[in-house]
């Protein structure tokens, strides 16, 4: 019965019934390394003859059609893929040359003539029937040569179940959708307008799944319903518009190995054809694309150009098909420059699903494997993906796998859960996947995807490595029963009649490659899903030919997520052999214990990652002592060895390792016999940095350094400190620091993810980062310089509103992140609702809004007007308000639903302060402290008697300083002003100079009940009980106090004494006092000064009971008997006015900081002290 399933197809791009195939196994190679190769000749017929001879060493089969006309072209399309046959051109009359000699050279046995005698002459067919078996395919017209054509397809085997219709009226549709139709191996059938003339065409497809390419207008609703049609896929606005649609509708369908390019420039008569025409069935024969491009310069070329950019990598085969007068030298250096410059936007192409149970995500460049395939970078239906590998997620059905393929621009994420037929879910990429040179990350997508499965799976490809391992991939996953082995299925594969079984297959290494493992709920039965098993051998397979058959599947047994199995089929593969010695063909090292061993072929997985086959500088390498990690690379052509320690670590300059003879290669041959090779390690002495900071999501910062640095350093929190757009200390938010794509086992990386812990977000506008203390994996470590930046906050931060009742005229809106202030200060941006239930109203114009320092809220005062939140008259009385025209700092809308609501009937009950939010410092000679609370204090409830209930002191209260002024700053929180007395310098019983005397311990201890923030709610006790506010910045540097007499002698605070004992100083003092507590200072810090003598000291001694410093001289001091018969002495700190000396601090605050003593010119100018003796 015939399976009626419409293929999925991306929107919009005309799909045509078109020619598909041609070239076979290929001698071109494109020059790769991003450049093209070009296959052309003098004209059409030249152009075909040299692509055919040079895709083609032999061919038994060759397909010839008219050079003077398409549509026999086309349609022979999918017969030359199905033949496995090249088209060459020739005249209608006689046989081209070059059409004779390539058929010659190819040494063909059969031709097919494609069109009748009118197309190609009988003359023709009568001089190559001398020589070859030829087979006529045509009929009166182009749409009677397509039906035969098509028949001739399904006596070759070809199915029915899936045909491509399109108009035949023309080529350039056709042309385009060749290489997906021969991909697919899809019949193409032509059509027109005429339901007449299409009654044969509709009934060789009435039991098909048709899907329709082009409009409406050219192929009409009538022919598609008359063809009973199930899809329709419409163009672009022009051939290179739909071109470009086509191919990215069915990007899924198309590799990226091999790309073709040719000329389709509209002419008249429109006949620039043949070029593409061969270049179509060349595409379709490697199920790559092809791309047509347009005169010099155009928007079509222009546009064919970007997308060969974002489609095809440095490795990709490139052929440009045609000569210079087509597509000229400067297109094909713009396609080059193209495929090797950067990409600077990276984005999501598509995703599309395969089968039920997994998603094929392709990037428009090249990606960073290990953040493409952490699963945890991807959702499903809203689900965030878990690792399939981790034992703590066992049974989950979040559980996936994920994996970068070759071209490193498409992931395979195969689900644990399969999806229901037809079922339709969102499928989100997270901003974290990093681009391959890890510069950019890829911005967030999300797109709907349908899960369907109506086909079988498939053998998409047998691969022999050496002649030991046999890679066998699939189009889709398929069971391979309950064992990661795959065990359960190896008697369903048979190497040239052989149970595989018993070819000395090796099973412990034999392996389903990167299976995900699922539990039936119903019947906990285990099943592992995989596209690719790797089969080893510890015995040669045959060289030469060989035939892999792979037996029909059966429940659990190489079936799909559908239940389809997979039918018995066959693939041939040689081996070759090799018996030379492997050769070591480079050695590099790293200084961050990484050695990387390149070798001239494939090495042996089991014999090339044994540890104790190695030895660095005489020391054998054990896994966990000495070397983390020894993996194969580069297609198993590469050693990587990692983290070299102990006594592996590398030596500077020369070192040496020995590889055991144990080693073999992919063929069995051993290296060579004591094996020494010596290489050199370039110290490393530069210093990492800090590339970049930015905002990954809503609560992640990703953090990328310039090089590789010791993980364990860049993952520990205390090497960062966080601060928000009010200057706020809120590094406690920050959790546990992560690696992109790694592991906790991971000793270097340059990214690193900081989440915030909880709901925080980073909805502030900008923050501040500090940074200090990374260092890089050298053998003599590299530090960082620290660094302190800014970056802004996140755009994914969804915008909310909370409405508040501070009055019965004051509404507040408390926003969840900064917002345009452009649009927060418009009252004709808000609505309201009235408890009438009328619709919403703009608010009369007396409204008054008044907007927060930091734009996160907004106070309507309605004072002014008829409405009020308690008002008798319903109309009146405001019920809720909306944010409706308010857009955030990204200018984006709040969305409905989230820009307001009811106002409450009740208020919040206490303000709280931030965390770590108080800071003391000076302005001027002024004392201040700003504190910051959760919203901002509403700055009319402040009165002329706040300032007296707003009070530091200590924490018992029994001190209690009491403000001069109080302030709402710039932050929306409170500044406290305490102004300078002048006696602070010479008295410690001032307001200013208790406060300082309590240093970092000094505490907000009073508040007035009668302030309010914007919300209502009251600054009370609990306010200051919920949590201690002390400062966490303590900016007030210290400062010293002395009484002086009228002659400026020092009466009080400062003194100096001596000990004489038999006629001799034994020991002498000088204490200083400061007004707040000391943490460091050196006894070379002041100078001393007897009668011109200067006297250093010996010790200096802090005493923060009384914050005070006692300079002490030794008896053994060399001037110490200057105090004899001293009376007085002068003390003078040792600095310049105006400088800061940086070995007098205060203690250390919250923040790790210190404030440094400036000595006053009164200081500098030196302080007489009276010397008494003990």
Same mark, same amino acid.
């Given at each position: 019965?015939?399976?009626?399933?419409?293929?999925?197809?991306?929107?919009?791009?005309?799909?045509?019934?078109?020619?598909?195939?041609?070239?076979?196994?290929?001698?071109?190679?494109?020059?790769?390394?991003?450049?093209?190769?070009?296959?052309?000749?003098?004209?059409?017929?030249?152009?075909?003859?040299?692509?055919?001879?040079?895709?083609?060493?032999?061919?038994?089969?060759?397909?010839?059609?008219?050079?003077?006309?398409?549509?026999?072209?086309?349609?022979?399309?999918?017969?030359?893929?199905?033949?496995?046959?090249?088209?060459?051109?020739?005249?209608?009359?006689?046989?081209?040359?070059?059409?004779?000699? /390539?058929?010659?050279?190819?040494?063909?046995?059969?031709?097919?003539?494609?069109?009748?005698?009118?197309?190609?002459?009988?003359?023709?067919?009568?001089?190559?029937?001398?020589?070859?078996?030829?087979?006529?395919?045509?009929?009166?017209?182009?749409? /009677?040569?397509?039906?035969?054509?098509?028949?001739?397809?399904?006596?070759?085997?070809?199915?029915?179940?899936?045909?491509?219709?399109?108009?035949?009226?023309?080529? &350039?549709?056709?042309?385009?959708?060749?290489?997906?139709?021969?991909?697919?191996?899809?019949?193409?059938?032509?059509?027109?307008?005429?339901?007449?003339?299409?009654?044969?065409?509709?009934?060789?497809?009435?039991?098909?799944?048709?899907?329709?390419?082009?409009?409406?207008?050219?192929?009409?609703?009538?022919?598609?319903?008359?063809?009973?049609?199930?899809?329709?896929?419409?163009?672009?606005?022009?051939?290179?518009?739909?071109?470009?649609?086509?191919?990215?509708?069915?990007?899924?369908?198309?590799?990226?190995?091999?790309?073709?390019?040719?000329?389709?420039?509209?002419?008249?008569?429109?006949?620039?054809?043949?070029?593409?025409?061969?270049?179509?069935?060349?595409?379709?024969?490697?199920?790559?694309?092809?791309?047509?491009?347009?005169?010099?310069?155009?928007?079509?070329?222009?546009? &064919?150009?970007?997308?060969?950019?974002?489609?095809?990598?440095?490795?990709?085969?490139?052929?440009?098909?045609?000569?210079?007068?087509?597509?000229?030298?400067?297109?094909?250096?713009?396609?080059?420059?193209?495929?090797?410059?950067?990409?600077?936007?990276?984005?999501?192409?598509?995703?599309?699903?395969?089968?039920?149970?997994?998603?094929?995500?392709?990037?428009?460049?090249?990606?960073?494997?290990?953040?493409?395939?952490?699963?945890?970078?991807?959702?499903?239906?809203?689900?965030?993906?878990?690792?399939?590998?981790?034992?703590?997620?066992?049974?989950?059905?979040?559980?996936?796998?994920?994996?970068?393929?070759?071209?490193?621009?498409?992931?395979?994420?195969?689900?644990?859960?399969?999806?229901?037929?037809?079922?339709?879910?969102?499928?989100?990429?997270?901003?974290?996947?990093?681009?391959?040179?890890?510069?950019?990350?890829?911005?967030?997508?999300?797109?709907?995807?349908?899960?369907?499965?109506?086909?079988?799976?498939?053998?998409?490809?047998?691969?022999?490595?050496?002649?030991?391992?046999?890679?066998?991939?699939?189009?889709?996953?398929?069971?391979?029963?309950?064992?990661?082995?795959?065990?359960?299925?190896?008697?369903?594969?048979?190497?040239?009649?052989?149970?595989?079984?018993?070819?000395?297959?090796?099973?412990?290494?034999?392996?389903?490659?990167?299976?995900?493992?699922?539990?039936?709920?119903?019947?906990?039965?285990?099943?592992?899903?995989?596209?690719?098993?790797?089969?080893?051998?510890?015995?040669?397979?045959?060289?030469?030919?060989?035939?892999?058959?792979?037996?029909?599947?059966?429940?659990?047994?190489?079936?799909?997520?559908?239940?389809?199995?997979?039918?018995?089929?066959?693939?041939?593969?040689?081996?070759?052999?090799?018996?030379?010695?492997?050769?070591?063909?480079?050695?590099?090292?790293?200084?961050?214990?990484?050695?990387?061993?390149?070798?001239?072929?494939?090495?042996?997985?089991?014999?090339?990652?044994?540890?104790?086959?190695?030895?660095?500088?005489?020391?054998?390498?054990?896994?966990?002592?000495?070397?983390?990690?020894?993996?194969?690379?580069?297609?198993?052509?590469?050693?990587?060895?990692?983290?070299?320690?102990?006594?592996?670590?590398?030596?500077?300059?020369?070192?040496?390792?020995?590889?055991?003879?144990?080693?073999?290669?992919?063929?069995?041959?051993?290296?060579?016999?004591?094996?020494?090779?010596?290489?050199?390690?370039?110290?490393?002495?530069?210093?990492?940095?800090?590339?970049?900071?930015?905002?990954?999501?809503?609560?992640?910062?990703?953090?990328?350094?310039?090089?590789?640095?010791?993980?364990?350093?860049?993952?520990?929190?205390?090497?960062?400190?966080?601060?928000?757009?009010?200057?706020?200390?809120?590094?406690?938010?920050?959790?546990?620091?992560?690696?992109?794509?790694?592991?906790?086992?991971?000793?270097?990386?340059?990214?690193?993810?900081?989440?915030?812990?909880?709901?925080?977000?980073?909805?502030?506008?900008?923050?501040?980062?500090?940074?200090?203390?990374?260092?890089?994996?050298?053998?003599?470590?590299?530090?960082?310089?620290?660094?302190?930046?800014?970056?802004?906050?996140?755009?994914?931060?969804?915008?909310?509103?909370?409405?508040?009742?501070?009055?019965?005229?004051?509404?507040?809106?408390?926003?969840?992140?900064?917002?345009?202030?452009?649009?927060?200060?418009?009252?004709?941006?808000?609505?309201?609702?009235?408890?009438?239930?009328?619709?919403?109203?703009?608010?009369?114009?007396?409204?008054?809004?008044?907007?927060?320092?930091?734009?996160?809220?907004?106070?309507?005062?309605?004072?002014?007007?008829?409405?009020?939140?308690?008002?008798?008259?319903?109309?009146?009385?405001?019920?809720?308000?909306?944010?409706?025209?308010?857009?955030?700092?990204?200018?984006?809308?709040?969305?409905?639903?989230?820009?307001?609501?009811?106002?409450?009937?009740?208020?919040?009950?206490?303000?709280?302060?931030?965390?770590?939010?108080?800071?003391?410092?000076?302005?001027?000679?002024?004392?201040?402290?700003?504190?910051?609370?959760?919203?901002?204090?509403?700055?009319?409830?402040?009165?002329?008697?706040?300032?007296?209930?707003?009070?530091?002191?200590?924490?018992?209260?029994?001190?209690?300083?009491?403000?001069?002024?109080?302030?709402?700053?710039?932050?929306?929180?409170?500044?406290?002003?305490?102004?300078?007395?002048?006696?602070?310098?010479?008295?410690?019983?001032?307001?200013?100079?208790?406060?300082?005397?309590?240093?970092?311990?000094?505490?907000?201890?009073?508040?007035?009940?009668?302030?309010?923030?914007?919300?209502?709610?009251?600054?009370?006790?609990?306010?200051?009980?919920?949590?201690?506010?002390?400062?966490?910045?303590?900016? /007030?540097?210290?400062?010293?106090?002395?009484?002086?007499?009228?002659?400026?002698?020092?009466?009080?605070?400062?003194?100096?004494?001596?000990?004489?004992?038999?006629?001799?100083?034994?020991?002498?003092?000088?204490?200083?006092?400061?007004?707040?507590?000391?943490?460091?200072?050196?006894?070379?810090?002041?100078?001393?000064?007897?009668?011109?003598?200067?006297?250093?000291?010996?010790?200096?001694?802090?005493?923060?009971?009384?914050?005070?410093?006692?300079?002490?001289?030794?008896?053994?001091?060399?001037?110490?008997?200057?105090?004899?018969?001293?009376?007085?002495?002068?003390?003078?700190?040792?600095?310049?006015?105006?400088?800061?000396?940086?070995?007098?601090?205060?203690?250390?605050?919250?923040?790790?900081?210190?404030?440094?003593?400036?000595?006053?010119?009164?200081?500098?100018?030196?302080?007489?002290?009276?010397?008494?003796?003990?």
């Amino acid at each position: 019965m015939n399976k009626k399933g419409t293929k999925a197809l991306a929107s919009a791009t005309l799909m045509s019934l078109v020619l598909t195939t041609a070239l076979a196994t290929g001698n071109v190679k494109a020059a790769a390394n991003g450049q093209a190769t070009r296959v052309g000749g003098t004209d059409r017929y030249e152009t075909a003859a040299k692509v055919a001879t040079t895709n083609f060493t032999t061919s038994d089969n060759v397909v010839l059609v008219s050079g003077e006309g398409y549509a026999d072209s086309v349609s022979a399309s999918v017969l030359a893929k199905k033949l496995d046959a090249p088209i060459v051109l020739t005249g209608s009359k006689t046989l081209d040359a070059n059409a004779k000699s /390539a058929i010659e050279t190819l040494k063909a046995k059969n031709v097919y003539i494609i069109g009748g005698t009118g197309s190609i002459s009988a003359s023709i067919e009568s001089g190559l029937k001398s020589n070859y078996t030829v087979t006529r395919l045509g009929g009166k017209d182009r749409y /009677a040569t397509n039906l035969a054509i098509a028949n001739k397809l399904v006596d070759l085997g070809v199915s029915k179940d899936n045909i491509i219709a399109v108009a035949g009226t023309g080529f &350039a549709d056709a042309l385009s959708v060749a290489p997906v139709a021969a991909a697919d191996n899809e019949i193409l059938l032509l059509t027109n307008n005429n339901a007449d003339t299409m009654k044969n065409t509709a009934e060789f497809a009435k039991d098909s799944n048709v899907t329709v390419v082009g409009t409406t207008n050219v192929v009409s609703d009538a022919i598609y319903n008359q063809l009973n049609a199930d899809k329709r896929i419409n163009g672009g606005a022009d051939r290179f518009a739909t071109n470009i649609n086509v191919l990215k509708a069915f990007d899924s369908d198309l590799k990226a190995d091999k790309l073709y390019v040719a000329n389709a420039t509209q002419a008249n008569p429109d006949n620039l054809y043949a070029d593409a025409l061969v270049a179509s069935a060349i595409a379709g024969k490697y199920s790559a694309p092809l791309v047509l491009v347009d005169k010099e310069s155009s928007t079509g070329t222009t546009n &064919a150009i970007n997308y060969i950019g974002t489609k095809a990598t440095k490795a990709t085969d490139l052929q440009v098909v045609g000569g210079t007068g087509v597509v000229s030298e400067d297109t094909v250096t713009a396609i080059e420059n193209a495929i090797n410059k950067v990409n600077p936007d990276p984005e999501v192409s598509s995703i599309t699903a395969t089968g039920l149970n997994q998603i094929k995500v392709v990037f428009n460049q090249e990606v960073d494997q290990d953040t493409a395939e952490d699963v945890t970078n991807y959702e499903v239906d809203g689900s965030q993906l878990t690792d399939a590998d981790a034992d703590a997620n066992e049974g989950l059905d979040t559980n996936a796998k994920a994996t970068l393929q070759d071209d490193n621009k498409t992931v395979l994420i195969t689900l644990s859960d399969k999806q229901d037929q037809n079922k339709s879910v969102d499928v989100k990429v997270r901003k974290g996947i990093l681009t391959d040179d890890k510069a950019n990350t890829v911005p967030e997508f999300t797109q709907n995807v349908t899960f369907s499965d109506t086909t079988a799976p498939t053998l998409d490809s047998v691969e022999v490595r050496g002649n030991k391992k046999l890679v066998v991939k699939f189009s889709e996953p398929i069971n391979v029963g309950s064992n990661q082995s795959a065990s359960g299925v190896y008697s369903k594969f048979k190497v040239n009649g052989n149970n595989i079984a018993s070819l000395g297959l090796d099973t412990d290494n034999t392996e389903a490659k990167d299976a995900v493992k699922s539990i039936d709920k119903n019947t906990n039965k285990v099943s592992y899903w995989t596209n690719e098993i790797d089969f080893y051998f510890t015995t040669a397979l045959k060289t030469g030919d060989n035939t892999l058959k792979v037996s029909d599947g059966s429940d659990d047994e190489l079936e799909d997520a559908a239940g389809f199995p997979v039918s018995e089929t066959t693939e041939d593969f040689n081996v070759d052999t090799l018996t030379s010695t492997p050769k070591i063909t480079s050695i590099t090292a790293e200084d961050n214990g990484k050695v990387y061993v390149n070798f001239d072929r494939a090495l042996d997985k089991k014999t090339a990652t044994t540890d104790d086959n190695f030895k660095i500088n005489g020391y054998v390498l054990t896994k966990g002592t000495n070397v983390s990690d020894i993996e194969l690379k580069k297609d198993d052509t590469q050693i990587k060895i990692s983290g070299l320690k102990g006594n592996a670590k590398l030596n500077k300059n020369s070192n040496t390792i020995y590889i055991s003879n144990n080693i073999k290669d992919a063929y069995g041959n051993y290296v060579e016999d004591d094996t020494n090779e010596s290489f050199n390690l370039d110290e490393d002495t530069t210093k990492p940095a800090v590339s970049s900071v930015y905002a990954l999501n809503d609560n992640t910062i990703r953090v990328k350094f310039s090089k590789d640095v010791d993980a364990s350093y860049a993952r520990n929190v205390s090497n960062y400190k966080l601060r928000d757009n009010s200057g706020n200390d809120i590094t406690n938010q920050i959790g546990t620091i992560t690696i992109p794509g790694g592991s906790t086992s991971d000793t270097s990386t340059d990214i690193v993810d900081i989440p915030l812990t909880g709901s925080n977000k980073l909805s502030d506008s900008n923050y501040s980062i500090t940074i200090k203390n990374i260092q890089d994996l050298a053998s003599t470590p590299n530090v960082m310089n620290d660094y302190v930046g800014t970056f802004s906050g996140s755009d994914d931060v969804n915008s909310g509103v909370k409405i508040y009742n501070v009055s019965s005229t004051k509404v507040t809106l408390v926003f969840t992140k900064e917002m345009d202030a452009g649009t927060l200060d418009d009252i004709s941006n808000y609505k309201y609702v009235n408890a009438a239930g009328d619709p919403a109203k703009s608010f009369p114009s007396k409204t008054h809004i008044s907007v927060s320092n930091d734009n996160k809220s907004v106070t309507i005062d309605l004072s002014d007007t008829s409405l009020s939140t308690t008002a008798s008259n319903d109309s009146n009385k405001v019920a809720a308000v909306y944010a409706t025209g308010v857009k955030d700092s990204n200018g984006n809308s709040l969305d409905v639903g989230n820009n307001g609501g009811s106002v409450p009937t009740t208020s919040v009950d206490f303000v709280k302060a931030k965390d770590n939010s108080l800071t003391i410092y000076y302005d001027g000679k002024d004392l201040k402290a700003d504190v910051n609370f959760e919203n901002p204090v509403d700055a009319d409830t402040l009165s002329a008697t706040s300032k007296d209930n707003f009070k530091l002191g200590n924490s018992d209260g029994s001190i209690a300083i009491a403000a001069d002024a109080v302030s709402v700053n710039k932050n929306g929180g409170l500044t406290l002003t305490f102004n300078r007395n002048p006696k602070d310098d010479s008295d410690l019983t001032t307001n200013i100079n208790k406060i300082k005397a309590l240093g970092n311990k000094v505490v907000l201890n009073s508040v007035d009940s009668s302030v309010k923030d914007v919300t209502g709610a009251a600054l009370t006790n609990t306010t200051i009980t919920d949590k201690t506010i002390t400062p966490y910045f303590y900016n /007030a540097a210290p400062k010293t106090v002395v009484t002086k007499d009228s002659n400026d002698v020092a009466t009080n605070y400062w003194t100096a004494s001596k000990t004489i004992t038999d006629g001799k100083v034994t020991d002498a003092s000088v204490t200083v006092q400061f007004d707040t507590p000391i943490a460091n200072v050196r006894a070379t810090d002041f100078k001393f000064n007897i009668g011109g003598t200067t006297i250093e000291a010996d010790n200096a001694v802090i005493n923060n009971n009384n914050n005070t410093v006692t300079f002490t001289f030794d008896q053994d001091n060399d001037n110490i008997q200057s105090f004899k018969d001293a009376s007085t002495i002068v003390v003078t700190p040792k600095d310049t006015l105006g400088d800061t000396l940086k070995d007098i601090s205060t203690v250390k605050d919250g923040n790790g900081d210190y404030a440094y003593y400036v000595p006053s010119s009164d200081d500098l100018s030196g302080v007489t002290v009276t010397i008494s003796a003990n």
